[in-house]
């Protein structure tokens, strides 16, 4: 247990409202993620963060914004939900020593936009 | 782009058997190689790293093996139990990145 926590775990939502995941960690960990996961496609990088103010953009970014503004929490917005952003969101922390990098997750927020 | 791929995606086994999970990778310039479970409805829990210097890594039932060159790795569990029925993930890293496989769900029939 890597000590992330995420909020809301459950959401419901209407397409065209905006809405704010959390994740945040108590361990200070650098770097940060958020992941999508989807039935047929597996886990995808929506955004990840390296450090304070400092994020950069995954495999499936669009429509998504993020910010870190404390080490300890990462939040990814949807600006305009759509029925397509119904998934499951995964937020994970990775630790690091060289090129040792191991990842953990957090327990995941299922959103549903209708 | 790295592409990960693990067959099968279902996998059913009699308790008690010994079986092998198989994630292969396209790119061979990995920094690690990670396992995961991941039960329905839950996140993912990580059971084994690998780092691209070493060939495996043991934890209580479970091996992991990692072939760089041929971009392979393997998970072997041993005695299986219903308890280990979940999903499998791998994951490899490159640079600051996950590159996930889809999963194999395996089902331990009592």
């Known amino acids: 247990d890597a000590g992330i926590t995420q909020s809301p775990r459950h959401k419901v939502t209407e397409t065209g409202t905006p809405v704010t995941l959390r994740c945040h960690q108590t361990?200070?960990?650098?770097?940060m993620y958020w992941y999508r996961q989807d039935p047929g496609h597996g886990l995808r990088l929506i955004h990840y963060?390296?450090?304070?103010?400092?994020?950069d953009k995954g495999e499936v970014s669009d429509g998504y914004s993020v910010s870190r503004s404390k080490t300890e929490d990462f939040l990814l917005t949807l600006e305009s939900a759509t029925s397509s952003q119904t998934s499951v969101y995964f937020c994970?922390?990775?630790?690091?020593?060289?090129?040792?990098?191991?990842?953990?997750f957090g327990p995941g927020t299922r959103l549903t936009v209708l | 782009k790295q592409e990960v791929t693990q067959i099968p995606a279902a996998l059913s086994v009699p308790e008690g058997e010994n079986l092998v999970l198989n994630c292969s990778f396209t790119d061979s310039a990995i920094y690690n190689l990670q396992w995961f479970r991941q039960d329905p409805g839950k996140g993912l829990t990580s059971l084994l790293l690998?780092?691209?210097?070493?060939r495996e890594q043991t934890s209580g039932r479970l091996n992991a093996s990692l072939d760089k060159s041929s971009g392979r790795s393997t998970l072997y569990i041993a005695a299986s139990q219903p308890g280990d029925s979940a999903t499998y993930l791998c994951?490899?890293?490159?640079?600051?990145?996950?590159?996930f496989g889809t999963g194999t769900s395996l089902t331990v029939i009592p």
């Open positions: 994970a922390i990775s630790r690091r020593e060289g090129t040792y990098n191991e990842q953990f």
């Open positions: 963060s390296y450090g304070v103010k400092d994020t």
């Open positions: 690998i780092q691209s210097s070493q």
């Open positions: 994951a490899v890293t490159s640079g600051n990145q996950f590159y």
């Open positions: 361990e200070n960990h650098r770097y």
